[in-house]
Structures are given as structure tokens and as C-alpha cells.
């Protein structure tokens, strides 16, 4: 909306998660003379850009090789709160369904989770943390595995909302709703599911807004200071997956 009230086009493509088709698709943005990018990167390196003189702010993360603006969430305060929230119900063995730790957003969501444990005096098993969930067919493998543990935790904290996906799937097949569930970031049907999944969320179009709002006034030249880091705070909407307490508990009281 904000683009074509002040009459840009705009251009919108995807790259696949894949960092030589994202560079390809970067540049063949440029090859266009955009007058601006909003990139949500892959990749981590973006200092071929360095050369480009065109105004970019960045979605979700930090990059290396670019000094630029970025509009993100706080995804290490926002994991610890998640752990805090479910250590208040009773858990205390947490597991953690998250993706590539090359990613930052996946690394830093882990450090918020293991710090959160320290902070708690939880005690910190390695064999409850499931990486390399690069989508939701693996998440939903993992946590088939994490059902078959000798010792079923009895919270998850799945640190993306499509890996959420394929845990739901294997909890409700599996018969296994009695284990909690936190999904950081919001997916279709969370909230008609039983139990309904309990997320950390903001609505996308603030992040879309404030990330066009920066590349106007970059691309004015209005603003000539250091690039700028704009926090967008999440919601924890409380739907009753977040808040089951163990079943041990359950059962004493």
C-alpha cells in the first residue's frame, strides 16, 4: 500500500533458499535498475552489494559483508520468553525442533532457549535439541523420534512456524496433544486444532510496512546517518497448547 501511494512498482521474487539462485536473483534486480531492495536473505554474505549504491534494508536478520538497515524481531528475548512461559506450567524437559544454526534467526532463537535454561536451572540435554529441521517433513520426523525417547518431554518449542507444521501433524497422528507446544510464528488452522497452538507472532504487514518506510527514505536521501536496526516486538497469543502443565502433574492433582 505504502509503495504505490507514493507510485512504485513493485517487484516481488523468491530465492529458494538456495545462495547462488538468490544472488542470481539479486543482481537480476539490479540488472533492472530498481531504485531500492527489501531483501529477506538466505544467504549470509551480501557484500557483492557493497558496489551497488542501491538503497537496501534487510528482513528478519543481520548480513555480513553490507553495513545496511534491518527490521527485525528480538528472536533471543522472544525465545527465552517462550521457555519462561512454558517452565511457569510445570516443564521442565523442553525440546527444541529448529532449523540450519547457520541461519541467524535460528541461532540466535537456540542461544535464547539454552539461556533461558540457565537462567531457570534447568538442567540442558543435547539429545533434546533437533536441528537441520529445514522444513516440515523433517520436523515431522523428528518428532517421531522425539515420542520414542525413553523419557518423553513434555514440551516443544518448534523456533519456526513451518516446522510447527509437521510437528502438529505427528502429534495429532501420533495421538501425542498432551505434550505442549510453542510455535514461534503463527500458521493457517493453529487456532482451530485442539489443542489450539499457542505462538509468538506479529503481523507481517508491520514488518512489510516499516521495511518500506526505511527504503523511501533511503532512496530520497532524506536520512544520511549509520544504518538503523528497527526491533518489531511479537505477541504470545495463549491458545491452550502453550499452556497444558505435564501430564504427571495433571494426574497428582
Not at 539462485?21 to 551480501?46: N, S
Not at 521495511?211 to 497469543?237: F, K, N, Q, W, Y
Request: charged share 25%; aromatic share 6%; net charge negative.
Amino acid at each position: 500500500g505504502i509503495a504505490l501511494e507514493q507510485g512504485l512498482a513493485v517487484f516481488v521474487a523468491s530465492g529458494s533458499r538456495t545462495p547462488g539462485i538468490e544472488q542470481m536473483v539479486v543482481e537480476r534486480m539490479l540488472a533492472r535498475r530498481v531504485a531500492g531492495l527489501i531483501i529477506a536473505p538466505f544467504m549470509t554474505d551480501f557484500a557483492f552489494l557493497a558496489s551497488a549504491h542501491t538503497p537496501v534494508v534487510f528482513l528478519d536478520r543481520h548480513v555480513g559483508g553490507l553495513d545496511a538497515d534491518v527490521v527485525l524481531v528480538d528472536d533471543f528475548a522472544e525465545s527465552k520468553r517462550v521457555i519462561h512461559h512454558l517452565a511457569s506450567h510445570g516443564h521442565s524437559r523442553i525440546a527444541l525442533i529448529v532449523d540450519d544454526l547457520a541461519v541467524e534467526t535460528s541461532r540466535r532463537r537456540r542461544e535464547g532457549y539454552l539461556a533461558a535454561h540457565h537462567e531457570l536451572g534447568l538442567p540442558i540435554d543435547e539429545g533434546l535439541e533437533f536441528r537441520e529441521c529445514i522444513n516440515a517433513e523433517v520436523a515431522e520426523q523428528r518428532t517421531w523420534e522425539i515420542f520414542s525417547r525413553p523419557e518423553v518431554p513434555t514440551a516443544i518449542f518448534s523456533s519456526r512456524a513451518e516446522t510447527s507444521l509437521g510437528v502438529v501433524k505427528a502429534q495429532h497422528h501420533g495421538n501425542r496433544t498432551d505434550i505442549a507446544l510453542v510455535s514461534f510464528g503463527d500458521f493457517e488452522a493453529a487456532d482451530i486444532l485442539s489443542p489450539a497452538v499457542t505462538v509468538l507472532d506479529h503481523d507481517p504487514r508491520v514488518l512489510a510496512r516499516i521495511a518500506m518506510e526505511r527504503l523511501i527514505i533511503l532512496m530520497r536521501g532524506d536520512e544520511a546517518s549509520s544504518p538503523s536496526e528497527t526491533i518489531v516486538p511479537l505477541h504470545l497469543i495463549k491458545r491452550g497448547s502453550g499452556e497444558l502443565i505435564p501430564h504427571a502433574m495433571a494426574v497428582s492433582v
